[in-house]
């Protein structure tokens, strides 16, 4: 099955720095990489999504960024600001007659410190 | 939006009891739904699929039996922890994709289960 690593698993930035996170992922079907924020006890929220046939996406001060060949992608934040700390995760998801299943990296505790 | 609601959205049971979570799909109709089982400060595992009028598909070392799950209509699928054990506390999370749709999986805001 699909695995999926992610790096850091924290990651500490002063207000106004870029942050970046990394994911590799194992199988070369997966065509679909959401990246999602979760707060504390919360649900997690897709942020910004990325579909194989695109190497990349932009949507304000979140970027993602895909290579297929080396089967990695990276989400950029830009400017960060406090209420960016949260956990991120990215995942990877194959699209099957069931319906698509998703495999999450371990998570990246991000602190924003002022 | 598409909105996923969860019921309860907490629950103290007590060991060997049984729990049933209900997840819910608010304005749109899921042929798909999944479920998650979250430790603390550790990610999403994917316990099952869950796809409507069939019997869910579970993942490797999931016990079928212990947590059976139920998808009887397009909107709603429920997860049941039978003879729950202290083990089992976690948060519990459903998805639901959209029918038929793109791939994003809607999720809802979770159930935190404990087991005394």
């Known amino acids: 099955g699909e695995n999926v690593e992610q790096h850091p698993s924290t990651l500490s930035v002063q207000e106004g720095d870029s942050a970046v996170i990394k994911c590799t992922y194992s199988d070369s079907a997966s065509n679909y990489f959401p990246w999602y924020k979760q707060e504390l006890g919360k649900r997690p929220q897709l942020i910004i999504d990325i579909r194989s046939n695109v190497g990349e996406k932009k949507d304000q001060r979140i970027a993602v960024t895909l290579n297929k060949t080396a089967k990695h992608f990276s989400l950029h934040i830009t400017e960060t600001q406090p209420e960016d700390s949260a956990v991120y995760f990215c995942a990877a998801s194959i699209l099957t007659g069931g319906g698509n299943k998703l495999t999450f990296g371990t998570g990246t505790q991000l602190k924003v410190e002022l | 939006g598409a909105v996923v609601s969860q019921h309860p959205s907490w629950v103290i049971c007590k060991s060997g009891t049984s729990v049933k979570i209900e997840c819910r799909s608010l304005?749109?109709?899921?042929?798909?739904m999944f479920w998650y089982r979250q430790f603390p400060k550790q990610s999403l595992m994917l316990m099952a699929t869950s796809n409507e009028g069939s019997k869910a598909t579970y993942e490797q070392g999931v016990e079928k039996d212990k947590f059976l799950i139920n998808h009887a209509s397009l909107t709603l699928s429920t997860l049941t922890v039978t003879s729950a054990h202290p083990e089992d506390s976690s948060f519990y999370i459903c998805?639901?994709?959209?029918?038929?749709?793109?791939?994003?999986?809607?999720f809802g805001p979770g159930t935190r289960l404990t087991v005394t």
């Open positions: 998805s639901a994709r959209l029918a038929p749709g793109p791939y994003e999986q809607y």
């Open positions: 304005d749109f109709q899921a042929t798909t």
